[in-house]
């Protein structure tokens, strides 16, 4: 299994629980978007049978290029997954990309537009890759009350759409907002949270921020590109007032 890096810790950590050779390839450590000549060089050398792409990807929020992905797609020798599970917040999908390329599979889900309870996500690709995965689903399927709650939230498609477009004016919002303090980093993201680059020990500063009530998820330690960086979801602007209080308090902490 190959995938690029930093991106959704499972990936490496489903490969070594079933047994399978992991390849991590670093993305652009200025952009943190795909680095097309390692990935087409590792997949090369390595020859994997499963590729690993999210786009947006997780924890960056970068959304790579699509002459990029469809270079790693084309010189993929096996099954490539494209994991689009923030793709709503990015406002595109390549699920249609499965017509042009019979070994693509496209992963999305419903858990982060505010129904991770349900457990509800989907795969779309060629039949026959789809009937394969069917013989390794495990024999549970999805009950009852999940599938009426998904169909009930499908039919009012337009309050979703607009609790999408309001979360994205806020993430516009908040990396202009952070992009003004001195000596933090926020790239630009395609998802429903920020990657912020702290001058401070982000480790410390998330730990001051647990504290005071305010749980943001620390990256720093997944990977060396992530270096002193705290991942922050978007949420309402009262809530995104609270953390943003909260941050900069942790960061004068411990600056001083």
Same mark, same amino acid.
């Given at each position: 299994?190959?995938?690029?890096?930093?991106?959704? $810790?499972?990936?490496?950590?489903?490969?070594?629980?079933?047994?399978?050779?992991?390849? *991590?390839?670093?993305?652009?450590?200025?952009?943190?978007?795909?680095?097309?000549?390692?990935?087409?060089?590792?997949?090369?050398?390595?020859?994997?049978?499963?590729?690993?792409?999210?786009? #947006?990807?997780?924890?960056?929020?970068?959304?790579?290029?699509?002459?990029?992905?469809?270079?790693?797609?084309?010189? +993929? &020798?096996?099954?490539?997954?494209?994991?689009? +599970?923030?793709?709503?917040?990015? *406002?595109?999908?390549?699920?249609?990309?499965?017509?042009?390329?019979?070994?693509?599979?496209?992963?999305?889900?419903?858990?982060?537009?505010?129904?991770?309870?349900?457990?509800?996500?989907?795969?779309?690709?060629? #039949?026959?890759?789809?009937?394969?995965?069917?013989?390794?689903?495990?024999?549970?399927?999805?009950? $009852?009350?999940?599938?009426?709650?998904?169909?009930?939230?499908?039919?009012? %498609?337009?309050?979703?759409?607009?609790?999408?477009?309001?979360?994205?004016?806020? %993430?516009?919002?908040?990396?202009?907002?952070?992009?003004?303090? &001195?000596? $933090?980093?926020?790239?630009?993201?395609?998802?429903?949270?920020?990657?912020?680059?702290? &001058?401070?020990?982000?480790?410390?500063?998330?730990?001051?921020?647990?504290?005071?009530?305010?749980?943001?998820?620390?990256?720093?330690?997944?990977? &060396?590109?992530?270096?002193?960086?705290? %991942?922050?979801?978007?949420?309402?602007? +009262?809530?995104? +007032?609270?953390?943003?209080?909260?941050?900069?308090?942790?960061?004068?902490?411990?600056?001083?």
């Amino acid at each position: 299994m190959l995938a690029p890096e930093p991106s959704f $810790v499972m990936y490496r950590s489903l490969a070594e629980m079933n047994g399978l050779a992991y390849v *991590g390839v670093d993305l652009d450590p200025t952009t943190l978007t795909l680095d097309v000549a390692a990935m087409c060089a590792a997949i090369a050398t390595h020859n994997p049978a499963l590729v690993f792409l999210a786009s #947006p990807n997780n924890p960056t929020g970068t959304l790579f290029d699509e002459t990029q992905l469809r270079q790693v797609i084309e010189a +993929a &020798p096996g099954v490539v997954v494209l994991d689009e +599970a923030y793709a709503a917040f990015a *406002g595109v999908s390549h699920w249609r990309w499965v017509h042009d390329y019979p070994q693509l599979l496209v992963m999305q889900t419903l858990s982060k537009l505010g129904f991770a309870g349900l457990r509800i996500g989907y795969i779309t690709g060629a #039949p026959e890759w789809l009937a394969e995965l069917e013989k390794v689903r495990l024999p549970y399927n999805v009950g $009852v009350l999940p599938q009426i709650a998904t169909r009930l939230m499908l039919e009012d %498609r337009a309050t979703l759409a607009g609790q999408i477009a309001d979360l994205c004016v806020e %993430r516009e919002r908040l990396t202009a907002l952070l992009r003004t303090w &001195p000596g $933090v980093q926020v790239w630009d993201s395609a998802t429903n949270f920020l990657l912020v680059r702290l &001058p401070v020990d982000a480790v410390a500063v998330h730990a001051h921020m647990r504290t005071a009530g305010v749980l943001v998820k620390c990256v720093a330690r997944q990977h &060396p590109l992530l270096e002193r960086c705290l %991942r922050l979801t978007v949420s309402t602007p +009262a809530e995104n +007032a609270r953390c943003l209080a909260a941050l900069a308090a942790g960061i004068s902490a411990v600056s001083s």
